[in-house]
């Protein structure tokens, strides 16, 4: 018996999420009293894993050049079994989202998505989960022998927890794929919402895409990825990307910054699990302020050049 | 082209969420339910092909018979018929799998999903369903085509978007850009009434047993209240020094 996490990459570099996983899957094999097992296809340096509780790392290096659902469900599947894996971590970034359903049905086993904490108990196997679009939570039993669990993006975190590890190069087939990449449209050189540890988001109380300037201005100062409200992106003032909340991208980063954004429910949800969150808005009334831990009531056309400013100082300081 | 979309029955989103019964239910009191926003985009994509390339379309839904208002408001929008599957929905795996039963006895070209559901955001019946069934499939799909047997489609990456071709059968997984916003239907009255008319079958369970249970629900604890400022040193001062976020 092991434990088997998929440390998920991009062109060759490890995902953040892919040290979240690790350092969750090396607490549930202790708690199973088992060994943990990263697997890695195309990845990067092993060592990188050894510094988060990965004693052993399976390589997969095949001329994959991109993602395939198919072909990664199939290969963790076929690492699950030569390692007696009973349990499978997958982290939840759009790539590990879309195989881990895949991976349940090649193992046959139960799925819990969304969770956010280590389980609660090991027998029963119960875990708690993200439901009702961060609403609630659910307290899971995973029943089946063989277990997939998906964590939460930011929710566990990363941990390090160095170990001296090994890696050995693992081969698997690859199996017909049916989906084939023909183009990938991607941004290159900034952060992503899904990446980001900030992310500073801009309502209709801006008034017009011609104000975005400052908000750009405070992202790049913070390292921070740009988002914006749904009646924003439907207006055309920003990409579609940019549009968070229940029907847009999920936030769930270590500071969320919301200027002239109301704080409808729908947008509420869909930003909640980010850990610290700022609001900058005109009226005192705005539900923004019942979700966020700090706040400003002002305009932001006075609040945030200032802020820019001041944080200006305060990173060269 | 004969289409399937799956329909989950999920409270609307303003809806208060509680729990009963040792919160150990979801407490439907006082709750509106709504065809789930993420399926909606994908039947309305359905009504495009069903329009324009003559395809038939059937809504599917696992849920108990409190679900059927749902399954008519999508028969209103346009569906042809509607299949009710007869379980509670209680895990992902298992709805899966008696959709699985329906698509293998069905001869669907194409099956039409949500990316996820807006009660339990699992994101996982579009994938276990194209596992089982072994169809194509394509998850986070933000645009698609058919022609003849090929079909092209987008989907949503971090920080971009894929293009892919793949063929039929397939399973979809759809959001927002499938159609946009102002493409969805509001049912009308003929709508409505023609709703009223079409068939709605139930079938019994295929024998399913879930993998995962519900233990208890429980809420966020409640939020300490907001610190206001009235500047932005004493802003950055308290995310540098408290928060410890920059
Ligand atoms: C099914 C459904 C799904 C939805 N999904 C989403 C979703 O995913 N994401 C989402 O965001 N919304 C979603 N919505 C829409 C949501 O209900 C709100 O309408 C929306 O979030 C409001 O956007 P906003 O806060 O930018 O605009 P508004 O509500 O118009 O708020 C603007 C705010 O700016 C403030 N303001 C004005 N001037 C200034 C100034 N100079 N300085 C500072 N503050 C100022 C105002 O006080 C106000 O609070 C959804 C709605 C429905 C029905």
């Known amino acids: 018996m092991s434990v088997l996490v998929f440390a998920d990459s991009s062109e060759g570099k490890f995902k953040k999420t892919a040290f979240e996983v690790v350092s969750y899957g090396k607490k549930v094999a202790e708690e199973l009293g088992t060994n943990l097992v990263a697997l890695t296809i195309n990845g990067g340096d092993a060592s990188e894993l050894y510094a988060f509780g990965a004693e052993k790392v399976l390589e997969v290096k095949n001329d994959l050049s991109t993602f395939n659902a198919k072909a990664y469900a199939s290969i963790i599947n076929q690492a699950a079994d030569a390692q007696s894996a009973n349990v499978v971590v997958i982290d939840s970034s759009v ?29 029963p196997f119960t875990v708690k989960r993200k439901a009702f679009s961060n609403k609630a939570f659910s307290n899971t039993i995973v ?31 690859v199996p017909e794929m049916g989906v084939k990449s023909e183009s990938v449209d991607k941004a290159t050189g900034v952060i992503t919402i899904a990446d980001a540890d900030i992310v500073v988001s801009a309502g209709r109380g801006l008034k017009g895409p011609e104000n975005w300037g400052m908000v750009e201005e405070l992202a790049s100062v913070l390292g921070a990825a740009t988002a914006c409200s749904k009646p924003v992106s439907d207006l055309g003032w920003r990409p579609h990307s940019e549009h968070v909340g229940q029907t847009g991208k999920p936030v769930a980063s270590n500071l969320y910054i919301a200027i002239g954004i109301s704080g409808a429910i729908q947008h509420l949800a869909g930003i909640n699990a980010s850990k610290v969150k700022v609001v900058i808005n005109t009226d005192p009334e705005a539900p923004f302020f019942k979700a966020a831990d700090y706040g400003i009531v002002g305009d932001a056309f006075e609040f945030v050049p200032q802020l820019i400013e001041k944080l200006k100082a305060f990173k060269q300081a | ?54 395809a038939t379309v059937t809504v599917v839904n696992v849920g108990e018979a409190s679900t059927e208002p749902t399954l008519r408001k999508a028969l209103a929008i346009g569906a042809d018929d509607a299949i009710r599957v007869n379980v509670n929905p209680t895990d992902g795996f298992l ?99 023609m709703a009223r008319k079409k068939p709605l079958n139930v079938v019994e369970s295929s024998g399913v047993i879930a993998s995962t249970e519900t233990q208890s629900f429980e809420k966020p604890a409640p939020k300490g209240a907001v610190k206001l400022v009235d500047n932005v040193d004493d802003l950055i001062n308290l995310l540098h020094n408290e928060a410890k976020v920059i």
């Open chain 2, 95 to 193: 709805v899966a799998k008696e959709l699985a039963a329906i698509v293998k006895n069905g001869g669907y070209d194409v099956v039409l999903a949500g990316k996820e559901s807006a009660d339990y955001n699992g994101q996982m019946v579009p994938g276990m369903l194209a596992s089982l069934v072994d169809f194509n499939f394509v998850n986070g799909c933000v645009g698609m085509e058919v022609d003849g047997t090929a079909v092209s489609a987008t989907r949503e990456i971090d920080g971009g978007e894929e293009k892919v071709s793949t063929s039929l059968p397939i399973v979809i997984a759809g959001q927002k850009g499938i159609v946009e916003e102002k493409d969805l239907r509001i049912p009308n009255m003929r709508g409505i009434m």
């Open chain 1, 143 to 173: 029943s089946t022998e063989k277990k997939v669990i998906g964590i939460a993006k930011n929710s566990y975190g990363a941990h390090e927890n160095a170990v001296s590890g090994t890696a050995e190069a693992f081969s698997a087939n």
């Open chain 2, 1 to 54: 082209m004969k289409i399937l979309v799956c329909i989950s029955h999920v409270p609307d989103t303003t809806s208060k969420i509680n729990f009963t019964d040792n919160d150990t239910k979801f407490d439907t009191n006082g709750v509106q339910f709504v065809i789930n926003p993420y399926d909606e985009f994908s039947l309305t994509r359905a009504m495009w092909f069903k329009e324009k390339q003559g």
């Open chain 1, 95 to 123: 790539d590990g989202l879309y195989v881990a359903p895949m991976v349940a049905v090649a193992m046959d086993a139960g799925y819990a998505s969304n969770v956010v904490a280590l389980p609660s108990s090991t027998a």
